[in-house]
């Protein structure tokens, strides 16, 4: 599967963002989705994870409350909806799929464990 990250910009603290990734194929429905950001200097981290019909969804700890995550089956599309948004949260954002049908992988934050990756999208929030 292929993907395409967009949605990225500058905002300001306190303000809404919403990434999404379309991903290209006809197997997008059986794929773990995920995504990640890098923020200058730092290594990637995982940020939300998603199962194959979107009824389980999972964060880092710095995000919950803020981010959710979604996925729409029938546009091969998931979506990161992003509030109060604040200055550690600039990163570069990327969109990751998993091997089609791992259904064991629900759950993962690990890199490894997410063989399909997009482009970036930078994401910059001033104070």
């Known amino acids: 599967v292929q993907l395409q990250a967009s949605g990225g910009g500058p905002v300001q603290a306190g303000d809404s963002l919403r990434l999404s990734c379309v991903a290209s194929?006809?197997?997008?429905?059986?794929?773990?989705m995920g995504w990640f950001r890098q923020a200058p200097g730092k290594e990637r981290e995982f940020i939300a994870g998603?199962?194959?019909?979107?009824?389980?969804?999972w964060y880092t700890d710095s995000v919950k409350g803020r981010f959710t995550f979604s996925r729409d089956n029938a546009k091969n599309t998931v979506h990161l909806q992003m509030n109060s948004l604040k200055p550690e949260d600039t990163a570069v954002y990327s969109c990751?799929?998993?091997?089609?049908?791992?259904?064991?992988?629900?759950?993962?934050?690990?890199?490894?464990?997410?063989?399909?990756w997009g482009q970036g999208t930078l994401v910059t929030v001033s104070s």
């Open positions: 990751a799929a998993g091997p089609p049908g791992r259904f064991y992988l629900v759950g993962t934050t690990a890199e490894s464990d997410f063989t399909s």
């Open positions: 194929g006809r197997t997008f429905s059986s794929h773990l």
């Open positions: 998603t199962n194959w019909g979107g009824s389980s969804t």
